[in-house]
Structure formats: C-alpha cells, structure tokens
C-alpha cells in the first residue's frame, strides 16, 4: 500500500521541474483531445498564442482582460490571508459596479474629476458593504463564510437582473431590457489605450505587498490566518480586524465592478461580472497569495482565456471543447502542487516514487 | 523520464512547421459569414434555430461561416465580431439583444462589413436589426389551445416583461379567445430565460390553479414536461418540441431563419442589400406553426389551416380593433389596426391575461 506523507522543503529545481511537467502533460492530453476532433495541435497552440499576443491589438485586450483578473484577485487575497474563505468576488464586483452606476446614471453632469472618483468611492462602498455582511455573522454568529459568501452571489446577480429588467430599465429602449449607457463625464479616460483603472494594478500590487510584509495590520493579519485563538490571545482585536480586512477585500472587487462598468462595458448588465470572482479565487491559490505572483499569474490566464476564445474562432472548436482544454491546463498544474507538497511512499519496498519514475 | 522531456522538445522544436502561414492567408480571403450566439448551438431553442439557418446558408450557398456558442452581452461580444472580420466575415450576425451597443461600434470601424442584429432598435449604415412575428403563430397556437381546454383556464410561463415576450402573450391569448370567449390566460414571470426546474414548479402551481394547457416563452420544454406528468396539455416553443412530450404537446410555434439567413447573404454577396431592417412574418416562413400534436382537439387543424393562410395572404391581422387591454383601457378602436412601430415596443397585455407588467 501506499501512504502521503508531506514534504518539506522541496528544491527549487524540482518545484520547476514538477510544474513544467505537469504542463506538458496538460498539452499532450488536449493535444491528443485536439487531434480527435480533428486539428493539429500544434497549429491549434500557435494560433491560442497568437489570439493572446499575436498583435499589438490582442496584447492590449489580454491586458484589459488582466486588470480585472488581478486586482480581484488582489481583494479576496486579503480575505484568503486570514483563512476567511471569501468566495464572494463575483457577488462584491456586481454591488460595487451596481452602485458606481447609480451614480454614474444620476449625477452625470457632475464634471470627469470629480464623478469618476465619486463613482469608484460608491464602488467600494459597495462592494465593501457586500462583504461586510458575511464577515459580521461569522465573527458574531460562526457561520460558515464560504457557504455565505456564495450564496451572496446569487443575491447579488438576482438584484442586477431586477435592475436591468425593471428598475433602471432605459424607457427610450422600446421596453428592452437594458440599462441606459454612460455618459461620456462618467467613462474612465484612456492611457496608451488601455482605459485608466490599469494604473491601479500596479499600485495595489505594491501596496498590498508592503502592507502584509512590512505593517501592523499585515502582520495581524497573518497571525489570525495562522491561528485565531493564538491571535486573540495575543491580545489582538479578531473580529474588528475580520471586518475591517473583508471591507477593503471586497472593496477592491467592488473597485473592479467599478472599472467594468466605467471602462470597459459603458453600461451596466448582468454579465459585468462574467465569472471574474471565481477566476480570482484560482489565481490567488495558484499564486499562493503573494501579490506579485498574482499579478504574473493572472497574465498568464489572461493569454489563455483569450486565446482559448480566439481558437474557438479561428477552428470553429465548440465552446465545450475549449473550456475543456482550459481545464485540463488548469488541472495539471493544480494537480503538481500536490506533489510539491507530498510524496507517495510505498510501504512494502519503502520505494520513494516521485513524479519522475511515473 | 528524459526521453519524455526529449521528445517534447523535440515535438516543441518542430512545431512552428505545423502551423501554416500561407494557409491561413488563404482562407482570410474566401466570403464567410460570422454567427455570435447567446447560448450553445445544443439549446434545444434560440440558439439551436439561429445555427440551423448559418447551416443553410453552408448547404445552399456553399459559403463558409464561423461562429462562436454563449458569447456574454458585454464588451466580450465586440471582441469576438473583430475576431470574425480578422478571420474574413463579411456578414455578422448578432443573434442576441445585449450585443446591439457593441455591434454598432464595430460596424462604423468595418464600413464594408454587414451587420444583423437579432431584435434591437438600433442602426447604422452598415447595421440593421432583424425579427420576425412570432406572434401569428402564436395565435394560432392560442386557437388549439383554446378548443381543447376543459377548464378554460389556460397558462403562461414567460421570462421577462419585454415586448417580444408581451406580444406573445397577447397574440395567443387572442387566438384563444377567438374560439372560446371563456378563455382566461394567467401569466408566471419567472425572470429567467433558461431554468426548467424552476419552470416546471410554475407549470405545476399553475396546473393546481385549474389550467389544463401550459404555453411557454423560455429555452427548454419545462412546461410541457410537467404538463405530460399530471395528464395536461401545453405549447412549446423555439422548435418542434412534439419528440420532448408526445402526449402533452399540441403544437410549438417555432423560428426558421434559413430563408431570411440564404436571401440575405445572397443579396449581400451579390452588392443589392439595401440595408433595411427586416421583420419577416409566416408570409416569408420564418415563422411557422409545427404540425399539431396528436392529441390536439380534430377541428382545430382546419380552423388553423384557414386562420394561416388569411394571415399569409394578409387579410387578417392579429392585433386590430377593438382592443382593450386587461385593465379595462382601450388600445384600439374598431377598425383601427397598430403600426409595426407599436407592436415592437408593446408594453400592455389585452383583456382575457391575468397578470401585469411591473414598469
């Protein structure tokens, strides 16, 4: 038989070796999914490239595509942090960008300077309250955050659908369900092409890395993560910094909602979100949390979730057939983590297998 | 574990000879057609007829088309027209409502690229919006159901209150009550267009309410599934849903883009397009009413037949006067008829419709 143990301190070379294997093995076997539909794989990898970085035009669209992917991110990184399992980006984007519409929709002669921030302080506030509300009834009732914060999801996409098909519904749309587009005072400027919410990247980035590695706060944050009880007993105040921790958390998705709306859609709809929450949760793991590995990471799943959309164009590859390449990647390179941190043993020859001899 | 890690290398080294350059420059030049759809192409309703008329248009035209399956209605959309006209589209069609902002975009940076959106308001020299009135052959779904009630109640579960979905409702409401002025038709808005087992609990609390015939304006044969469990009747909807529940369905009024999608593309490849928005009716058989269940009521196919072929020919009309609606105001007076401009942006249901419209 065969036991797990951990493993401690795996090499660095064979942390590369393990991931560089495991991607492979992820293109080989879409490789041979590729050829039984009938394509060549390898034409199919070189045009998934090219729909991600093939011309200046994609290059900027993978980018756009990364802001969202990063800073979410970035927001439930916090929660993460604390071992809060905050899977409620999705939901915390929809209410900041529901709240930065309103308003972007009623104060819109209110001149650029002083709108937008207007805009992005309601996204916050949003998205913050969102997550507050989970946060509140773990620390005063012990619910279960992850289970909560999901559910809020749904929530939150039900109130954008009452928005979108009743409430804010636009009354010079012929009855169509659609909310009225922004004007131009409430859509963010460009910068090199890209729309100006891309300068938040970098900052939060960095901020968010010197803020856990170098402050109080970050530092408390940690401690609770590691371990609660030790953290109280240390004489720090829990559950403020709980709630204060999910409120920036989910603000900054908020932030993201925000950007979707004012940068990239130019309105409000029920798609503003489009799975960005639960992408985020993927990055951040894969990442293991450090704000600069998420930031590369999310570049990365930015090049395939553009390419996979490209190929599907360019092949005529159905949509199930491309989610399906995107997750075998994804399980591969999941499924090495495991083997970075345990080893099987084989109890009867004490045989150490590693990934090599498979 | 080297010779593995060889011959990928190996493979990865000689993988720039598989993906041809020349080719590809070739196929950009060829006529296509490009499809965004809202759903996948195995939807069983919307989307499934759209690329049964991107089909036709391959099969009689020989034209390649491209196409891409649950394209959000976001910004996303634009990107995926611009992928098409990279690839060599010519024609787009936009096949869902949210994608109308976006398309216009893309079509004033592709003056020579034509562009079709699938039921918006919305134009530009190059972008139209198309449709077809689906409302006739909802009526004359409404005449079947209307003879083969017993309770004279009859039922309704609609996604959201938009005009498309009122103007059905009304029409078969209508049909109905043309043949059996008893008829009432209670509405359940289920805020959503594709989520059966939500459907089916309405069928179900609509069946307990004394309605023995179920229609539907939603993706998937909810309705006409709990219909055939408790031994009721329904209307289907999108296709030919007869094979999802033979006992139950006594007809489905159903889309087929073929000849709009083969004449349209036709003209545009032959340069006569005018540009015009197109809102096509069973008079051009984009429309039509399948082949009636066989437990549909044996006078009503004749009756069908009858009220069909003078709505083809144009001697009847489906909204005309006198019209009230269910709260008791008059829409139309006797004689009078309603443009296209008011049935597109209706936002009343006609008397006989227990329900409202919440604005």
């Known amino acids: 038989m065969a036991r797990i143990v951990p493993l401690e301190n795996c090499s660095m070379a064979k942390k590369v070796r393990i991931r560089v294997f495991a991607i492979l093995m992820a293109f080989t076997l879409s490789g041979f999914l590729l050829l039984f539909l009938g394509h060549n794989p390898f034409e199919v990898y070189a045009s998934m490239l090219d729909g991600g970085l093939g011309s200046s035009y994609r290059v900027k669209e993978t980018l756009i595509r990364t802001i969202p992917f990063a800073l979410t991110a970035l927001g439930i990184g916090l929660s993460f942090r604390m071992k809060f399992w905050n899977i409620g980006g999705e939901g915390q984007i929809m209410m900041g960008a529901c709240s930065a519409t309103f308003i972007g929709l009623n104060f819109q002669q209110l001149p650029s300077f002083i709108l937008l921030p207007l805009m992005a302080i309601a996204g916050m506030i949003g998205g913050g309250l969102w997550a507050l509300i989970p946060a509140f009834l773990k620390v005063r009732y012990r619910t279960n955050e992850t289970i909560l914060t999901l559910m809020l999801n749904y929530v939150a996409l039900k109130w954008i659908t009452y928005l979108q098909y009743v409430l804010w519904r636009d009354h010079e749309a012929f009855g169509y369900p659609k909310i009225p587009n922004l004007v131009k005072n409430a859509q963010l400027p460009k910068i090199f092409g890209l729309h100006i919410g891309v300068l938040l990247v970098p900052i939060l980035v960095i901020g968010i890395y010197l803020f856990i590695t170098y402050t109080k706060k970050g530092y408390e944050i940690r401690v609770i993560g590691e371990n609660e009880a030790t953290a109280r007993y240390a004489g720090m105040p829990t559950s403020k910094i709980i709630l204060g921790t999910l409120f920036v958390s989910g603000g900054i998705c908020g932030v993201v909602g925000m950007i979707q709306v004012a940068g990239v859609n130019m309105t409000l709809s029920i798609d503003v979100s489009n799975g960005v929450g639960y992408t985020a949760i993927i990055i951040a793991w894969l990442a293991q949390l450090n704000a600069i590995a998420i930031l590369v990471v999310s570049f990365l799943f930015a090049v395939m979730v553009e390419g996979g959309s490209y190929i599907q164009t360019v092949f005529q590859i159905p949509q199930a057939a491309a989610s399906l390449l995107q997750g075998l990647i994804l399980f591969f390179v999941l499924g090495s983590e495991f083997f970075i941190k345990y080893r099987v043993i084989r109890d009867r020859k004490t045989r150490i297998v590693t990934e090599g001899e498979v | ?359």
């Not at chain 2, 593309?265 to 540009?275: I, K, N, S, Y």
């Not at chain 2, 069973?282 to 044996?298: Q, T, Y």
């Open chain 2, 1 to 359: 574990m080297k010779k593995v890690l060889c011959l990928f290398a190996i493979l990865l080294v000689l993988s720039p000879l598989f993906a041809g350059g020349a080719q590809e420059a070739e196929k950009e030049d060829e006529f296509k057609v490009g499809f965004v759809f809202t759903g996948p192409i195995g939807d069983n309703g919307w989307t499934q007829q759209h690329n049964a008329g991107r089909l036709a248009i391959e099969n009689e035209l020989g034209v390649a088309t491209l196409y891409k399956e649950s394209v959000p209605n976001t910004q996303e959309s634009a990107k995926v027209m611009r992928d098409m006209i990279a690839q060599g589209a010519k024609m787009i069609f936009a096949t869902s409502f949210g994608y109308m902002d976006y398309m216009l975009e893309v079509a004033a940076e592709n003056p020579d690229v034509a562009f079709f959106h699938c039921g918006g308001y919305k134009n530009s020299e190059n972008a139209v919006n198309y449709l077809g009135k689906m409302y006739q052959a909802r009526y004359l779904s409404g005449i079947v159901a209307g003879l083969k009630t017993e309770t004279n109640k009859l039922g309704y579960i609609a996604a959201f209150e938009i005009p498309e979905v009122v103007r059905g409702i009304n029409a078969f409401t209508l049909g109905a009550l043309s043949v059996n002025p008893e008829a009432t038709v209670e509405v359940t808005w289920t805020h959503n267009w594709n989520d059966p087992p939500n459907e089916k609990e309405a069928s179900f609390a609509l069946i307990d309410n004394g309605c023995d015939v179920i229609a539907q304006h939603q993706t998937a044969p909810a309705n006409l599934q709990a219909a055939e469990a408790r031994g009721v009747w329904g209307v289907g909807y999108h296709a030919d849903m007869n094979d999802s529940a033979p006992e139950a369905c006594l007809t489905s009024p159903y889309w087929n883009w073929d000849p709009f999608y083969v004449a349209v593309t036709q003209e545009v490849m032959d340069g006569t397009w005018d540009a015009n928005n197109y809102w096509g009716g069973m008079e051009d058989d984009v429309i039509r009413l399948a082949e009636l269940g066989k437990n549909a009521p044996a006078e009503a196919a004749a009756i069908v037949e009858e009220v069909a072929a003078s709505l083809v020919d144009g001697s009847f009309e489906v909204f005309a006067g006198p019209l009230y609606d269910n709260q008791g105001n008059m829409i139309l007076a006797d004689g009078e008829s309603m443009d296209d401009f008011a049935k597109l942006g209706m936002g009343f249901l006609v008397e006989g419709v227990i329900g409202n419209i919440e604005n």
